[in-house]
T-cell receptor, first 113, second 119 residues
Framework: DAGITQSPRHKVTETGTPVTLRCHQTENHRYMYWYRQDPGHGLRLIHYSYGVKDTDKGEVSDGYSVSRSKTEDFLLTLESATSSQTSVYFC????????????FGSGTQLSVL | AQKVTQAQTEISVVEKEDVTLDCVYETRDTTYYLFWYKQPPSGELVFLIRRNSFDEQNEISGRYSWNFQKSTSSFNFTITASQVVDSAVYFCALSRGILYGGATNKLIFGTGTLLAVQP
């Protein structure tokens, strides 16, 4: 199993509060991704990173920011959480960019009340 | 635009039955990749297969087989002699080929098919 740890595994928060989710990998892979999973939508890419301090937006990036100060850590921040951001968040990693398979973390269940 | 359609929301079969999960994709790219992932009840997504657009050979891995047909833009997944452990949500996904630059692992996922295998 790929060494990917997401924290926290579960979180309940209130509307308007900032929330940070963490993804930590021990594989030294260059590429990291944040996806959200919602019923009827499958998984959708929020942000991705192609190196330390190098990030870019995915298809549903509004309301989210990311940071990557170290190879092993990729943080996802909800600047001001809304109920529409209630979701399961998955971190994924890949060694290369060229259509390699992704390794996924176990997910974070986030509920915004 | 790229799109993946998994029209089967839920499928229920009895153990030992064969089952086919459908995947239809849309893309204007000439080079692309298709994937299948499995999400068991534990929640973590597990890679099953990757196929590039130039390789239309079918693939078999144990009880699993995949049928890729560019003519119908389909990449269907068949489980032979299903088992209870096959119960999961299965996702089909699409990504662009390297010719289009950027991080090509930006997968476009279908909405998934929930497979329930009854004992």
């Amino acid at each position: 199993d790929a060494g990917i740890t997401q924290s926290p595994r579960h979180k309940v928060t209130e509307t308007g509060t900032p929330v940070t989710l963490r993804c930590h990998q021990t594989e030294n892979h260059r590429y990291m991704y944040w996806y959200r999973q919602d019923p009827g939508h499958g998984l959708r890419l929020i942000h991705y990173s192609y190196g330390v301090k190098d990030t870019d937006k995915g298809e549903v990036s509004d309301g989210y920011s990311v940071s990557r100060s170290k190879t092993e850590d990729f943080l996802l921040t909800l600047e001001s959480a809304t109920s529409s951001q209630t979701s399961v968040y998955f971190c994924a990693i890949s060694e290369n960019r060229d259509n390699e398979k992704l390794f996924f973390g176990s997910g974070t269940q986030l509920s915004v009340l | 635009a790229q799109k993946v359609t998994q029209a089967q929301t839920e499928i229920s079969v009895v153990e030992k039955e064969d089952v086919t999960l459908d995947c239809v994709y849309e893309t204007r790219d000439t080079t692309y990749y298709l994937f299948w992932y499995k999400q068991p009840p534990s929640g973590e997504l597990v890679f099953l297969i990757r196929r590039n657009s130039f390789d239309e050979q079918n693939e078999i891995s144990g009880r699993y087989s995949w049928n890729f047909q560019k003519s119908t833009s389909s990449f269907n997944f068949t489980i032979t002699a299903s088992q209870v452990v096959d119960s999961a949500v299965y996702f089909c996904a699409l990504s662009r080929g390297i010719l289009y630059g950027g991080a090509t692992n930006k997968l476009i996922f279908g909405t998934g098919t929930l497979l329930a295998v009854q004992p």
